[in-house]
C-alpha cells in the first residue's frame, strides 16, 4: 500500500496529471493508494474552485485509510525524528509528516510513503525532509514516479505515424 503525501496529489494536479483525466489514479479505490485523514483534511484545507479538491471529495472514501495513528507512534516519530523539544511554530511547520510516517512504522513491511520532498540529510529539527525521517525508522519512502511505476501507470500514449 502506497501512502501518498498531500504533495504528491498537489504535484500532480498543479503540473503534469489532472487527477480526474488519468485513470490510473482510480487505483484509490482498490486500496492501493491512501492518505491518512490527518493527509486527507490537509488536501481539502486548500482553496475553492479547484479540481484536485473535487476529486479528492469524490473519491475520500475510498483514499481515506480506515483507522487511527497510534499515538505512541507519532510521538516516536516526532521526538526521534525530529526533536524531543520542538517549540509550537517548530510543529506547526512539521505539520501532518509525523502522522504520515507513523502510519507507516505502524506496518512497515506493508506500506510505502510516497512524497515528492528529496533527502537532505544536513536538515535538523522541523526541517528534516520526510525520506530521511523515513530512512531513520526503516520505512520505505518513494518519489511519486517511483510509486507510479510499482502501480504500473501508463500513459496509453502511441506514436503515430
Not at 498531500?6 to 500532480?12: E, R
Amino acid at each position: 500500500m502506497f501512502l501518498f503525501d498531500a504533495n504528491v496529489l498537489i504535484t500532480a494536479s498543479n503540473l503534469y496529471y489532472p487527477l480526474d483525466q488519468i485513470p490510473e489514479f482510480h487505483q484509490a479505490t482498490n486500496g492501493h493508494i491512501k492518505l491518512p485523514f490527518e493527509i486527507i483534511n490537509e488536501v481539502l484545507a486548500g482553496g475553492t474552485n479547484d479540481p484536485l479538491l473535487d476529486w479528492v471529495t469524490d473519491h475520500k472514501d475510498a483514499l481515506t485509510l480506515k483507522e487511527k495513528v497510534d499515538p505512541a507512534l507519532a510521538n516516536k516519530v516526532v521526538v526521534e525524528g525530529y526533536a524531543a523539544d520542538l517549540a509550537d511554530d517548530e510543529l506547526i511547520e512539521i505539520g501532518q509528516d509525523p502522522f504520515l510516517i507513523a502510519y507507516a512504522l505502524a506496518k512497515p513491511t506493508e506500506r510505502c510513503v510516497v512524497t515528492v520532498e528529496v533527502s537532505s540529510p544536513s536538515k535538523k529539527r522541523q526541517n528534516r525532509k520526510i525520506p530521511d525521517v523515513c530512512q531513520q525508522f526503516g520505512v520505505q519512502c518513494e518519489n511519486p514516479f517511483q510509486a507510479y511505476r510499482a502501480l504500473g501507470f501508463k500513459t496509453g500514449w502511441k506514436h503515430q505515424s
